[in-house]
């Protein structure tokens, strides 16, 4: 098991990790995907990319399912098993060490339901350091790729569920759809009142909608206190919204 980080862990309500070794470290973007996606019945979550294991773990706490988490960074990875070994649903995590295009082609296992903050996309809310890791990850996983493993794994009725930066989603849509992945719930992100959005949660299946639900979220009023919104979603999850 690898060294553990003496930096202080992230705490939920539900768990705590530590994410300072990761190139994807907790923040909102996975923060609001991992509690945005329906579970419904899900049996079998797999979590594309999971860095530290944030959006596996909020998986887990939401749900009685068996949860696998691939990550290619080997440092990453490490840190997502330590953080699984320590959570009280241990036994229903898997950190799997392995290039998803590779595991997509391999794997006799199925999925309920697929998430991702996909790695390898570069935005303004990370460090230059997680710019040019991330960076490293587009050589190795891209939207066609990414669309094609989705369908090889997921099961017929299955959902994918995952978070863009805004202005990617509708070349990512185009080539979902060149997949036989429809659209049918979006979640357009504001990160402050009066600004535009910047992030959009996304839910396909293999199932056609003839009407896309589409629902906003405003992270900051124009004073840049967080939203009401904001803290009736967050308020089961994270420490200090109570009040």
């Excluded at 945005?36 to 979590?47: A, G, H, K």
């Excluded at 699984?84 to 199925?110: E, G, M, P, V």
């Excluded at 710019?131 to 493993?149: F, I, K, M, P």
Aim: charged letters at 25%; hydrophobic letters at 35%.
């Amino acid at each position: 098991m690898s060294k553990k980080s003496d930096k202080r862990p992230f705490h939920l309500k539900q768990f705590s990790l530590f994410h300072h070794r990761s190139s994807m470290k907790v923040g909102t973007d996975s923060l609001l995907l991992g509690i945005w996606t329906p579970i419904n019945e899900s049996e079998r979550i797999l979590d594309v990319g999971t860095g530290c294991g944030i959006l596996a773990l909020l998986m887990a706490a939401r749900s009685n399912a068996l949860i696998h988490a691939v990550e290619l960074d080997e440092v990453s990875w490490a840190e997502a098993q330590d953080n699984f070994t320590n959570a009280n649903f241990s036994k229903r995590l898997t950190a799997i060490h392995n290039d998803f295009n590779h595991y997509a082609d391999t794997t006799s296992q199925k999925y309920d339901l697929i998430v991702s903050n996909p790695p390898y996309f570069i935005n303004d809310m990370r460090s230059t350091e997680m710019a040019r890791s991330n960076a490293r990850h587009g050589d190795s996983l891209n939207y066609v790729q990414l669309c094609t493993g989705v369908t090889n794994l997921l099961k017929k009725n299955g959902r994918f569920c995952l978070v863009l930066p805004y202005d990617e989603s509708k070349s990512f849509i185009a080539i979902a759809k060149n997949n036989g992945l429809n659209l049918n719930r979006k979640l357009i992100i504001f990160p402050k009142r009066g600004l535009q959005p910047n992030r959009i949660n996304l839910e396909l299946s293999f199932k056609s909608s003839s009407e896309v639900i589409s629902d906003i979220f405003v992270i900051r009023e124009e004073t840049n206190q967080f939203s009401k919104q904001y803290i009736r979603f967050f308020r089961d999850y994270l420490l200090g919204l109570d009040s």
